[in-house]
C-alpha cells in the first residue's frame, strides 16, 4: 500500500486544516489506517485511526473534541480534519497503514507510511 498526504501548511492558533491521505494498492476491509505527527525533537505520535470498514474511530486524548478522522472507500482516501489548532499541534502528520488491527495504537505497529505533511500553527 501507498500512501501520499496532503493539505498541510501554516495556520493561525484556533484555525482549522483538513489533511487528506490518498491510499493505492491492495486495501481489504480489515485494513487500518492512522494519523501519527512528528514534532521536532519528539518521537512519533498517534493522533487517530479508524477501519477501513464499519464506523469506529480511535483518537489520542489531545485529538478528541478537536480532530475528526474520516473516509471515502470511493476515492480511497482518508482525512484529518483539524480544528481549534494550537502551536502544539505543529508537526509533520504522517498516514499509516497495517492491514489488520494492531495490538496497541503505536508507530512500531504500523508498515506503511507516506511522506508526511507539515502542518504549522502560529501563535
Known amino acids: 500500500v501507498q500512501l501520499v498526504e496532503s493539505g498541510g501548511g501554516l495556520v493561525q492558533a484556533g484555525g482549522s486544516l483538513r489533511l487528506s491521505c490518498a491510499a493505492s494498492?491492495?486495501?481489504?476491509?480489515?485494513?487500518?489506517m492512522g494519523w501519527f505527527r512528528q514534532a521536532p525533537g519528539k518521537e512519533r505520535e498517534f493522533v487517530a485511526g479508524l477501519f477501513w470498514s464499519g464506523d469506529n474511530t480511535v483518537y489520542a486524548d489531545s485529538a478528541k473534541g478537536r480532530f475528526t478522522i474520516s473516509r471515502d472507500n470511493a476515492r480511497n482516501t482518508v482525512y484529518l480534519q483539524m480544528n481549534s489548532l494550537v502551536p502544539e499541534d505543529t508537526a509533520v502528520y504522517y498516514c499509516?497503514?497495517?492491514?489488520?488491527?494492531?495490538?496497541?495504537?503505536?508507530?512500531?505497529?504500523?508498515?506503511?507510511w507516506g511522506q508526511g505533511t507539515l502542518v504549522t500553527v502560529s501563535s
Open positions: 499509516g497503514a497495517r492491514s489488520t488491527l494492531p495490538p496497541l495504537w503505536l508507530t512500531r505497529y504500523f508498515g506503511s
Open positions: 494498492g491492495r486495501i481489504t476491509s480489515k485494513y487500518v
